[in-house]
């Protein structure tokens, strides 16, 4: 199966956005059942005007910044910042002076965020004289060489 690519950025979007939107372009990179990917470029006094969905959507800032709206409180987000927009809550993100890039993850469906970290399932029942403290196995993969580190940005490659 060969590997899709999903091309945005530059030369890949368009305008789009709730009425009112201004100054922003976008590229939807992933939408179906589940919910919706997509990148935003604002430009120097762009704005989503506040609006309200049903869906859980996560405002990730990957370059520049500006503010986000969530019901009636406003702050300033910058690179390396999410702000979340929970179902039926008033949100909007703007510019001032700089432009700024985001993406944003929409869930489809309700919030199960009450259930974070709990996950439902059933445990295999053990056979007649198998042990109950039986040691897991397994190994790490083997490494083709010590891991190199970029002392520049402080993180390992």
């Known amino acids: ?9 530059v030369g890949h979007r368009r305008a789009v956005g ?11 990179i992933h939408s179906d059942g589940r919910g919706t990917i997509a990148e935003l470029a604002f ?12 869906n859980t959507t996560y405002f990730v800032v990957i370059e520049g910044g500006g503010w986000v709206l969530v019901g009636e409180e406003k702050t300033r ?12 809550v008033v949100h909007g993100a703007w510019t001032e002076h700089s432009p700024m890039r985001a993406f944003i993850v929409e ?6 965020g009450h259930a974070r ?4 399932g ?3 029942e053990l ?21 190199v580190r970029d002392h520049a940005s402080g993180e390992p490659l």
Do not use: K
């Not at 987000?77 to 039926?88: K, S, Y």
């Not at 869930?107 to 199960?112: E, K, L, S």
């Not at 970290?117 to 439902?120: D, K, R």
């Open 77 to 88: 987000i910058a690179a390396g910042e999410a702000a979340i927009w929970p179902a039926n």
């Open 43 to 54: 430009g120097r006094s762009a704005a989503i005007e506040p609006h309200s969905n049903p």
């Open 127 to 147: 056979l007649p004289g198998e042990p109950r403290d039986r040691p897991a196995q397994g190994a790490l993969a083997e490494r083709d060489g010590p891991p």
């Open 1 to 9: 199966m060969p590997i899709e690519i999903q091309r945005f950025g």
């Open 18 to 28: 709730p009425p009112g939107t201004t100054g922003i372009a976008s590229q939807v």
């Open 122 to 124: 059933l445990a295999r």
């Open 117 to 120: 970290g709990v996950l439902e």
């Open 107 to 112: 869930f489809a469906g309700t919030d199960d």
